[in-house]
């Protein structure tokens, strides 16, 4: 199936410039492509507001199991569009407080609740905002020849879309203060080293094993997907003893699912188990 745009919400954009999303349905998963290729797929309003109609549609539609979010060209995102940003001197700056609080941070939100799997591919750059959003997702795949910066410390800014929180999660604290702080670009093999991603990958598999990853997915049993994604969500705040206990309750509701049944008896069967996600 060809990709198709994602109804943009502003006609008069619309008509000028191509649809900055598309959306594809395939067989048990959906592929998001950030398509601003021109510009490094960076954040305008456009994206933002199709880019989360694009998350939504996925997470709603019965047939997508998962989601695989990639960019087109030669970059997967560059963050914000800073040429959006009317920064000459007697305008009043933006605020981009508000910004935040309309963009992007209901995007990571969305992102991280979809109770459905997220793998990223990233090709090229991923900077600022747009390494905040690959680490969003649960999966991350990068080209050999992507890289990562948190670049916000060249322009006067701090770290964003909850890289401050993602980044000593993944890599540690002391990690996460230089990456910050330094603004210093690292590949993605040096990534995948740290612990930031999952793997890198081979430029030119870069897309079939992320696809393999979500085909994977569309077979797997998507109640236990949802429940894993919800409990590792929650460990962060959690106490041991809460998140024990969330365990527990999550653990007790699988118990009565077909699809355990299911799968233990496939696994008894010496049988590849049918799930039905119920």
């Known amino acids: ?25 395939r067989q048990g998963y959906a592929v998001i492509t950030l398509n601003r290729p021109e510009k490094l797929n960076s954040f305008n309003n456009l994206l933002h507001v199709q880019l989360r109609q694009a998350i939504a549609e996925a997470g709603a539609a019965p047939g997508v199991a998962a989601v695989l979010l990639t960019g087109a060209g030669r970059g997967f995102c560059a963050g914000q569009d800073l ?36 793998v990223c591919a990233v090709n090229g750059i991923a900077a600022g905002a747009g390494a905040s959003l ?32 993602t980044l000593p999660r993944l890599v540690g604290d002391a990690r996460a203060r230089a990456l910050a702080l330094l603004g210093e670009r690292i590949s993605a093999q040096q990534a995948a080293d740290w612990g930031m991603i999952w793997r890198c990958v081979e430029d030119e598999q870069l897309l079939a094993q992320a696809e393999a990853l979500c085909s994977g997915f569309a077979a797997a ?28 309750d999550l653990q007790q509701q699988l118990g009565y699912s077909a699809d355990y049944r299911e799968g233990v008896q496939a696994f008894l069967g010496k049988r590849v188990p049918q799930f039905k996600g119920c």
């Not at 919400?9 to 619309?14: A, C, F, K, Q, R």
């Not at 963009?103 to 979809?114: D, E, G, K, S, V």
Request: aromatic share 4%; net charge neutral.
């Open 83 to 118: 040429a959006e940003r009317d920064l000459r001197d007697g305008v009043p700056p933006p605020d981009l407080g508000d910004s935040l609080d309309r963009l992007y941070n209901p995007l990571i939100r969305q992102l991280r609740a979809l109770p459905k799997p997220v």
């Open 1 to 25: 199936m060809r990709p198709t745009p994602v109804s943009p919400s502003d006609p008069e954009t619309s008509r000028n410039a191509p649809a900055p999303v598309h959306l594809e349905v």
């Open 221 to 248: 049993p998507a109640r236990s997907l949802a429940a894993i994604k919800q409990a590792l969500n929650a460990s962060a705040g959690n106490s041991l003893d809460a998140q024990l206990d969330l365990e527990r």
């Open 134 to 165: 690959a680490l969003a997702c649960d999966i991350v795949l990068a080209a050999r020849s992507a890289s990562f910066i948190q670049a916000f410390c060249r322009i006067g800014l701090l770290p964003d879309s909850g890289a401050t929180w």
